[in-house]
């Protein structure tokens, strides 16, 4: 076979965001390059994970919300019905317009597309299918893949994933759920809510990833209203007769159901890039090592980002690695770039949400814990969402803002304006400066402030107001 070759300054591997994003990057230093996908196309957030499954959450979110019409006055909403299929070719309708954009982006770059999969020969050549690609620098982002136990092969045909479930024609009346991470509880209430029986089991004693007790329970409160569920037991899987629907067992609890979603989180897609041909080292996990600081793999020229280094597996994450990797690989006296305040949201409803330090890595720290529930905000009560709780942790030290985790009405907002305020390094007192709206879900937040500022002792009589030489000019005129 005669093989091609290749000479390129940078190889990125992998077309997802964190590819994409090294791509811009890469195209503001040079022309020569390659950027090689294993189909299909289109990152994982707009083809299986972000936006499909938000399109899903928002029509159940929809259909649930009429159960609080007959109490706003509205009434023949018990009339209303859901069509699965129906809902399904939606969902891919809105999916298959997002990834049609991203497509589009390699399709424009001609030869500088490459299909197929990439194996490592050595640590500055490659090998995709009858190409040799020899470059200075590679950029790994070949994203992730769902887990499944091996176990559980032979139940394989009545098993999903997120990444194949929206590809469903239609979904049975009764369905498993194992994991309750971010992805098992937003498809769990979604699923719920567009009334399909579900049984969820999660090894975890903790919701979506929270950490703080107090904020867990209030999920734990909410989400059993909706679906029923096992925390702190492993799943066992068995068949129960011959029409194939399999027993779902957790502690003393079960059930029989038609499909099992599993949503075990995601491990790296490294498995066929022959990564041992670079001289890379490896952890315990089977993971290349590399800084984190840099994403570099020891002192090769191979850098790795997104979901392909399992550090930090969110897509807004994933497209700063792009550009950080593709920046300092390619500039080498580049000065040294940090990392935005780490920012979690589930969409449930409430939204689940965790900035900054979580409440377990406050637990080594002189802090104050800010509070505030819901059921007595304003905005939430007139809107029937007045339902969750918000806590804030502040330094004892300086009264600097460290973190928040939360279950609350529009959380993915207060999210935001924490993790701003977070990176900032601002106090509760110059957040308390800043103006609140009336009535907003945003007092909520401020509410919380004011509880932190009490028990940090602040009773000084001063309005939280802007001091003159700090206002802005319009506040004086």
Not at 177 to 206: M, N, P, T, Y
Not at 317 to 329: N, P
Not at 393 to 412: C, F, H, N
Not at 421 to 434: G, K, S, W, Y
Request: aromatic share 6%; charged share 25%; glycine share 8%.
């Amino acid at each position: 076979m005669t093989h091609n070759k290749k000479n390129v300054n940078v190889a990125i591997i992998g077309a997802g965001t964190a590819g994409l994003t090294a791509l811009k990057q890469v195209q503001k230093a040079t022309d020569n390059f390659v950027i090689i996908n294993e189909p299909p196309y289109g990152t994982t957030c707009a083809r299986v994970g972000c936006m499909p499954s938000k399109a899903l959450i928002q029509i159940a979110k929809d259909y649930h919300r009429r159960k609080v019409m007959a109490t706003e006055g509205i009434h023949g909403s018990g009339q209303l019905s859901v069509d699965i299929p129906a809902i399904l070719q939606r969902v891919r309708d809105l999916r298959d317009h997002l990834t049609s954009n991203v497509i589009r982006i390699t399709d424009a770059l001609g030869e500088k597309s490459i299909t197929g999969r990439a194996s490592f020969i050595s640590a500055d050549t490659l090998r995709v299918g009858d190409q040799t690609i020899t470059a200075e620098i590679f950029i790994i982002a070949t994203g992730s893949k769902p887990i499944i136990p091996k176990s559980w092969l032979e139940f394989s045909d009545r098993i999903l994933t997120s990444d194949d479930i929206f590809d469903q024609p239609d979904l049975p009346d009764r369905m498993g759920v194992i994991g309750l991470g971010a992805i098992g509880v937003e498809l769990a209430q979604a699923l719920a809510r567009l009334d399909i029986d579900i049984f969820a089991v999660s090894k975890s004693e903790h919701i979506a990833g929270i950490t703080d007790p107090d904020v867990n329970q209030a999920a734990i409160d909410l989400l059993k209203e909706e679906f029923s569920f096992v925390l702190g037991q492993n799943a066992e899987l068995s068949w129960t007769d011959e029409r194939g629907r399999i027993r779902l067992k957790a502690g003393e609890k079960e059930a029989t159901v038609d499909k099992i979603l599993v949503a075990l989180g995601r491990r790296p897609n490294l498995d066929n890039l022959n990564l041992q041909a670079t001289g890379a080292e490896f952890d315990q996990q089977g993971r290349p090592v590399f800084d984190p600081k840099t994403l570099q793999i020891g002192d090769l020229p191979i850098y790795i980002a997104g979901d392909a280094n399992g550090y930090r597996t969110l897509q807004h994450e994933a497209a700063d690695e792009g550009r950080l990797a593709a920046y300092l690989s390619l500039h080498e006296d580049a000065e040294c770039l940090g990392r935005r305040v780490p920012m979690g949201i589930v969409f449930s409803d409430p939204n689940i949400a965790r900035i900054g330090l979580s409440w377990q890595a406050c637990q080594d720290r002189d802090i104050v814990v800010g509070e505030f529930d819901f059921i007595h905000q304003s905005r939430a009560f007139v809107s029937n969402r007045n339902r969750g709780a918000l806590r804030v942790y502040v330094s004892q030290k300086d009264s600097t803002l460290l973190g928040a985790e939360m279950i609350a009405p529009d959380g993915e907002h207060l999210a935001h304006l924490l993790a701003w305020v977070i990176q900032q390094q601002q106090t509760v007192q110059d957040v308390l400066r800043l103006p609140f709206y009336h009535p907003v879900i945003e007092e909520g937040l401020r509410s919380a402030l004011q509880n932190a500022a009490k028990k940090l002792g602040h009773r000084i009589p001063v309005p939280d107001l802007p001091l003159c030489d700090e206002a802005p000019s319009w506040s004086l005129g």
